[in-house]
Structures are given as structure tokens and as C-alpha cells.
């Protein structure tokens, strides 16, 4: 059950990982105009279209996460500190608060991202989707890293 929740919460991630990368991308780099380029296509999307996704994909992908937590803390990070893997368990640590300060930003990101969008605010969402966009990227690619070293049913 805990590998099946595991494999859901990483392809959340996956979903999540995509949509904030696109929004950071259409707004930090507009394309001119929809040229045949995967990268210009890409860019090309509407940046406020992504807003409710991300919320609801961040919300499912923590929660799924704090369900599989308890058997990563009895039986994974048991084994990270008997060998001192210090440097994954302490980014794990780190994932854990970064995530948490990014559901803390859902409130305020949705605020400045509702439709009508007023262009006095370009510089807070800006910032705010940059600062999600980093704390995800960063919780995808330790979770990856931690189940790599000791994943679930090994």
C-alpha cells in the first residue's frame, strides 16, 4: 500500500514539477510569438491558467507525502543515520520546512494570480512563483535522490 502511495505522490510531483515550470517559463521568458520550437511552445502558455492546478497538485502531492511519512521516518532515515548519510537525511529535514513555508504561500499566490490580473502585482508573482517553483523543484529532486539510496521495500 505505502509503494503505492509512494508511486502516486511522485507522479503528483511529476504533474506539479511541470505545471510550475511552465508557469515560471511564460512569465519569466514570454514568447513572442507560437513558433514551431518545443521551447517557444513552451513559453507560449497562459501563465494564470496554471494557478489552480498547482494549488490543488501541491496540496495532494503534501498530503500523499505526509501519509507515506511515517514509514519513511521508522524505516528509511533509521537507515540513513546508521551509516551517516547526514547530508540526505538533513536535506530530507530541509524538504520537510520548505514545504511547508510553500502550502503557507498558497493563500498568497492564488490572491495574486486571480483573473483580472492587475500588472501592478507582476513583481509579487513573479516572486511567488519563483519561490514555489524552487522549493518544489527542490523536494522532487531530494525525494528522488533519498529513494534512490534507500527506497521503499528494499
Known amino acids: 500500500m505505502i509503494t503505492t502511495l509512494l508511486i502516486i505522490h511522485g ?4 504533474a506539479l514539477l511541470g505545471a510550475l515550470t511552465h508557469q515560471s517559463l511564460s512569465m519569466w521568458w514570454p514568447a513572442t510569438k507560437r513558433a514551431g520550437s518545443f521551447l517557444s511552445a513552451a513559453r507560449a502558455v ?10 490543488v497538485l501541491f496540496l495532494i502531492t503534501a498530503t500523499l507525502g505526509g501519509i507515506i511519512y511515517p514509514a519513511y521516518r521508522l524505516n528509511i ?32 499566490y492564488w490572491y495574486f494570480w486571480r483573473r483580472p490580473l ?27 535522490v533519498l529513494n534512490n539510496i534507500r527506497g521503499f521495500g528494499s
Open 11 to 14: 507522479l503528483m510531483a511529476v
Open 46 to 55: 497562459s501563465s494564470s491558467s496554471y494557478t489552480n492546478a498547482i494549488i
Open 77 to 108: 532515515r533509521v537507515i540513513l543515520q546508521d551509516y551517516r548519510l547526514l547530508v540526505p537525511e538533513g536535506s530530507f529535514e530541509l524538504k520537510e520546512h520548505f514545504v511547508t513555508i510553500g502550502a503557507g504561500l498558497l493563500p498568497a
Open 118 to 144: 492587475s500588472p501592478d502585482w507582476a513583481g509579487t508573482r513573479a516572486a511567488l512563483t519563483t519561490i514555489l517553483a524552487l522549493i518544489v523543484w527542490w523536494a522532487f529532486l531530494v525525494g528522488h
